[in-house]
């Protein structure tokens, strides 16, 4: 092959790797110093590209020249810093201290409300920005065209990296920034006013994102799926290279970006993936990145965790009247409704075998989504390519589910708090891209149709009865493990893992079996969906389904044992109620998760039963003692 | 007969070295005492021989059997309980349950997945409670324990799989005086009764000149003096070192 190509290729990948590094240069700085992984970093990437876009008109209109256009993506970083530092007043200074689980929804909520904040001002369609003035040619190198303005980039990112190295090294603000990054309690004990220098480093990382969308807008059109793709694009990148580290996210950038360049001429299908197989490549060799360095325990550990009450009469009354009122549910109800209920029932055991692992073993899974797609994917593809029937396959659903949590898990468990979420996501998003690409077997981006149960199971009535059985058999078993010794080794290791360990429970043996359960749990309600749903397609692997569950087990309470199936109730009702009188679902849905964190984070459940004592057996949880 | 035999343990932070080729015996049914100011080595020195640090080099031999290395629920398994220096329980359990929880490993039943855990061997527990007198607090969660009832919920837990060796790292830390000399009497009289043999560590030298068999001094990793109480607080090195006084335990 001519050598002139791969030239070209290479220069390609150094200017995907500037852009990569400028948009997670910032989400590493804040992780740095707040501990805080900011999805909302990608709603300033996307706002920066379409602030540009604005801007630039205006003053393109004015006829300022080239100065218009450079200033134009000045101010729109400018502004979006500014948005940060409102992030942080408004939101972050809350959940400094509260559990990642908080920490991520909430900046995901932010996430979904910017999206429909940019929606309703910029519209759905893509915006096309104008050409950088002066840079709106090729070079031709090695006999090959090159655009001008892709070569500037491939100078901006080493440019953005000096110029905080300058910041970091010689200014007093970069200093501290270095020191709350290595230590956070020393900043605090060195008097220095932390509020204002988190404020300061949030307008520094938004600053960032706002100017990498800027700049990004010569050579893609704003569009409102920007964010979630960059923001996933940006954890790989910020996880690589070392939470923390700007240095390592450069670096890990060039990997990924030369990667992608010459990755699509050797594996052109697997694209989407290979950027989350040397992610999860890089954390099981290095567990903290490149350059990173372990974290303290994470902030769950010090707190006394929620313990488990036996049931009491009023408690054992309730749910058998519940359990009653299901079965007679399709006396009464028409179609619709037992529709509903069927989807209840199947995230009630999705939110459920979530908070198995989250709530009672202090696992935070933030792609849960795999597992239930995978076991809808599972059945849907033993019915499709090989006509099994849908018992077989809602029996092999748990299976296939159960046999990817045992495999991810196995490396998951090794880390714990945020960089578990991460690797949790990573493989979440490598299952997403292998349906969403390998077209012939998923059916790619259409998916999969005409999954219809089997002929006895056909009418909605019988398929309702159906579900119910399998979720509540699946509910139940779960239930009774978290009674049984297993739920309380998993909450053993939870509380203390060292004191765990020094009783013979090997802590991450145990995480790693409570995840597959979990897995297996989840994957039987992918199964369940599919049937119900008669086709299949990505979405039920990406990142919203992982969201939702969280969100449930949010909303009904985290550390409760029924939270998660009250949130999935909930949740499934005002979806079906509100998302039909909305064009704003999103801005609803991001509404209610900040509002659970910010007010009521012990959720519906949590909050009842600090309300009724009659329903608790034993005394509330306090503090323990330092 | 020799129970523990730790030799030339040696472990270093980075380029710190914690602990220096330190060596030591402990025989059946003895009261060890490891003595030394903060920052000496001490909590090193247990966490290598319950296996929470693997030492750099040197061994760690149980009845002649090297465990060094192991991880800690392996040394568990092999008959040694302990407890920590910053107390570790599980706080969102009862204080039964902890002991419970315990037991539960001890049979071999720690992953059971259908019998409910708050019945299993909870007469056991409540007599380990009983011995370590706080079985009026059973039904408690440890979250909401004072810091001197975790210790002696430690303790209970530590004999939950009948040890022929404890650690004790500390564990009247944070007790009233006479507390600890309480919580020291019922140590011997358990270790006595059992025969088995104590591992401790104690800043009040009241507390360890009153029931230690035998002390070892270490300072800056290095093992300084051992001998019998009188002879240690007859020694030179050891007086310089405390400057005649007792040391106050950190908070
Ligand atoms: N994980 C670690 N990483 C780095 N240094 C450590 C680590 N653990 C202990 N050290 C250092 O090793 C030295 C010995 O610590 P160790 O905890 O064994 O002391 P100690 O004798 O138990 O003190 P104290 O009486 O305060 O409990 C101290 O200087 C401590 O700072
Ligand atoms: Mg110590």
């Not at chain 1, 706002?47 to 540009?52: E, F, I, K, N, R």
């Given at each position: 092959m001519d050598p002139g190509f791969f030239v070209v290729q290479f220069l390609n990948g150094l200017a995907t790797a500037s852009f990569l590094f400028m948009a997670s240069a910032g989400l590493t700085?804040?992780?740095?110093?707040?501990?805080?992984?900011?999805?909302?970093?990608?709603?300033?990437?996307?706002?920066?590209?379409?602030?540009?876009?604005?801007?630039?008109?205006?003053f393109m209109d004015a006829a300022y020249g080239a100065m218009s256009f450079w200033g134009a993506i000045f101010l729109a970083a400018v502004i979006v810093g500014l948005l940060g530092i409102l992030l942080e007043l408004v939101v972050l200074r809350r959940i400094y201290d509260a559990p990642e689980l908080f920490q991520l929804l909430a900046t995901f909520a932010v996430v979904l409300i910017v999206q429909d904040l940019v929606r309703m001002t910029w519209g759905g369609e893509d915006l096309l920005g104008p050409r950088a003035p002066g840079l709106k040619s090729f070079v031709l190198v090695a006999g090959r065209r090159f655009p001008e303005y892709e070569l500037a980039m491939i100078f901006a990112g080493p440019l953005v990296l000096g110029a905080l190295w300058l910041l970091f090294h010689r200014t007093r603000f970069g200093v501290l920034v270095r020191a709350a990054t290595l230590d956070r309690e020393m900043v605090g004990a060195l008097g220095v006013?932390?509020?204002?220098?988190?404020?300061?480093?949030?307008?520094?990382?938004?600053?960032?994102?706002?100017?990498?969308?800027?700049?990004?807008?010569?050579?893609?059109?704003?569009?409102?799926?920007?964010?979630?793709?960059?923001?996933?694009?940006?954890?790989?990148?910020?996880?690589?290279?070392?939470?923390?580290?700007?240095?390592?996210?450069?670096?890990?950038?060039?990997l990924i970006g030369e990667l992608q360049a010459f990755g699509i001429l050797v594996f052109p299908k697997i694209t989407l993936v290979l950027a989350f197989l040397v992610m999860a490549v890089v954390l099981i060799v290095r567990p903290y990145g490149l350059l990173g360095r372990p974290q303290a325990e994470s902030h769950g550990a010090a707190r006394a965790g929620a313990g488990l009450a036996a049931g009491t009469p009023l408690q054992?009354?309730?749910?058998?009247?519940?359990?009653?009122?299901?079965?007679?549910?399709?006396?009464?109800?028409?179609?619709?409704?037992?529709?509903?209920?069927?989807?209840?029932?199947?995230?009630?055991?999705?939110?459920?075998?979530?908070?198995?692992?989250?709530?009672?073993?202090?696992?935070?899974?933030?792609?849960?989504?795999?597992?239930?797609?995978?076991?809808?994917?599972g059945a849907?593809?033993?019915?499709?390519?090989?006509?099994?029937?849908?018992?077989?396959?809602?029996?092999?659903?748990?299976?296939?589910?159960?046999?990817?949590?045992?495999?991810?898990?196995?490396?998951?468990?090794?880390?714990?708090?945020?960089?578990?979420?991460?690797?949790?996501?990573?493989?979440?998003?490598?299952?997403?891209?292998?349906?969403?690409?390998?077209?012939?077997?998923?059916?790619?981006?259409?998916?999969?149709?005409?999954?219809?149960?089997?002929?006895?199971?056909?009418?909605?009535?019988?398929?309702?009865?159906?579900?119910?059985?399998?979720?509540?058999?699946?509910?139940?078993?779960?239930?009774?493990?978290?009674?049984?010794?297993?739920?309380?080794s998993s909450r053993a290791v939870r509380d203390s893992a060292i004191r765990a360990d020094a009783i013979g429970i090997d802590p991450r043996y145990q995480r790693w079996l409570a995840f597959t359960v979990s897995g297996i749990a989840a994957g039987l309600g992918g199964g369940l969906y599919v049937f119900s749903k008669g086709n299949i397609d990505p979405e039920v692997l990406a990142i919203p389904t992982s969201v939702d569950a969280l969100t449930m087990v949010l909303i009904g309470g985290v550390e409760t044992v029924t939270g998660p199936l009250a949130g999935a109730a909930l949740l499934t009702l005002l979806k079906d109620f509100v998302m039909p009188l909305t064009l704003y679902w999103k801005m609803v849905m991001g509404v209610l998760i900040l509002g659970m964190v910010l007010a009521f984070p012990k959720g519906l459940v949590g909050i009842l039963a600090d309300r009724l004592p009659a329903l608790q057996a034993r005394p509330a949880e306090r503090e323990r003692p330092a | 007969?020799?129970?523990?035999?730790?030799?030339?343990?040696?472990?270093?932070?980075?380029?710190?070295?914690?602990?220096?080729?330190?060596?030591?015996?402990?025989?059946?049914?003895?009261?060890?005492?490891?003595?030394?100011?903060?920052?000496?080595?001490?909590?090193?020195?247990?966490?290598?021989?319950?296996?929470?640090?693997?030492?750099?080099?040197?061994?760690?031999?149980?009845?002649?059997?090297?465990?060094?290395g192991l991880p800690p629920r392996a040394v568990w398994r092999k008959g040694v309980g302990r407890t920590f220096q910053i107390a570790a329980a599980f706080g969102s359990m009862t204080v039964a349950e902890n002991v419970q929880m315990a037991l539960m490993n001890h049979h071999g039943r720690a992953r059971a997945l259908f019998p409910l855990a708050r019945e299993l061997y909870r007469e056991e527990a409540l007599a380990l409670l009983e011995?370590?007198?706080?079985?009026?607090?059973?039904?408690?969660?440890?979250?909401?324990?004072?810091?001197?009832?975790?210790?002696?919920?430690?303790?209970?837990?530590?004999?939950?799989?009948?040890?022929?060796?404890?650690?004790?790292?500390?564990?009247?830390?944070?007790?009233?005086?006479?507390?600890?000399?309480?919580?020291?009497?019922?140590?011997?009289?358990?270790?006595?009764?059992?025969?088995?043999?104590?591992?401790?560590?104690?800043?009040?030298?009241?507390?360890?000149?009153?029931?230690?068999?035998?002390?070892?001094?270490?300072?800056?990793?290095?093992?300084?003096?051992?001998?019998?109480?009188?002879?240690?607080?007859?020694?030179?090195?050891?007086?310089?070192?405390?400057?005649?006084?007792?040391?106050?335990?950190?908070?």
């Open positions: 700085i804040v992780f740095g110093v707040t501990r805080i992984v900011n999805f909302a970093h990608g709603s300033f990437y996307m706002l920066g590209a379409y602030l540009a876009y604005t801007l630039a008109g205006i006013n932390q509020a204002l220098l988190f404020t300061g480093v949030l307008f520094l990382g938004a600053f960032l994102a706002g100017l990498a969308g800027a700049l990004q807008l010569p050579r893609e059109p704003a569009n409102p799926y920007m964010d979630v793709n960059i923001i996933v694009e940006a954890f790989v990148v910020t996880v690589i290279g070392g939470m923390g580290s700007v240095t390592g996210a450069f670096l890990a950038a060039l054992r009354g309730f749910w058998l009247a519940l359990l009653a009122l299901l079965l007679v549910l399709p006396l009464f109800a028409d179609e619709y409704s037992l529709k509903l209920m069927i989807e209840l029932l199947i995230f009630g055991l999705f939110a459920f075998s979530l908070n198995f692992i989250m709530g009672w073993g202090g696992i935070v899974s933030f792609g849960h989504a795999a597992y239930f797609g995978l076991g809808a994917y849907a593809l033993l019915v499709h390519h090989f006509a099994w029937p849908m018992e077989g396959a809602l029996l092999a659903a748990p299976l296939v589910a159960g046999t990817a949590a045992l495999v991810f898990g196995a490396l998951c468990v090794r880390l714990s708090g945020v960089y578990l979420a991460m690797l949790t996501l990573a493989f979440a998003q490598i299952v997403y891209a292998v349906a969403f690409q390998w077209v012939e077997f998923t059916g790619g981006d259409n998916g999969l149709i005409g999954i219809w149960p089997a002929s006895w199971a056909a009418s909605r009535t019988v398929y309702y009865y159906l579900t119910l059985a399998v979720s509540l058999a699946g509910i139940g078993l779960l239930w009774r493990f978290l009674y049984a010794p297993f739920g309380y | 007969m020799t129970l523990l035999r730790v030799e030339r343990l040696h472990k270093s932070f980075g380029g710190f070295e914690a602990v220096r080729d330190v060596g030591f015996t402990l025989e059946a049914g003895e009261r060890l005492a490891i003595i030394g100011p903060n920052g000496a080595g001490k909590s090193t020195c247990f966490n290598m021989i319950g296996g929470q640090l693997r030492p750099d080099h040197g061994r760690v031999l149980l009845d002649g059997e090297d465990i060094t011995r370590v007198g706080i079985r009026d607090q059973a039904e408690r969660f440890c979250s909401m324990l004072a810091y001197g009832d975790i210790k002696r919920v430690e303790l209970a837990v530590a004999l939950a799989h009948d040890p022929r060796l404890l650690l004790m790292d500390e564990p009247t830390a944070g007790m009233a005086p006479a507390e600890r000399h309480a919580l020291m009497r019922l140590v011997s009289a358990i270790v006595a009764e059992r025969g088995i043999a104590v591992l401790f560590t104690e800043h009040d030298m009241d507390v360890v000149f009153a029931y230690a068999d035998r002390i070892l001094v270490i300072n800056r990793g290095r093992l300084i003096a051992e001998g019998p109480p009188e002879k240690v607080r007859a020694d030179r090195e050891v007086q310089a070192i405390y400057l005649g006084s007792t040391v106050e335990s950190p908070a």
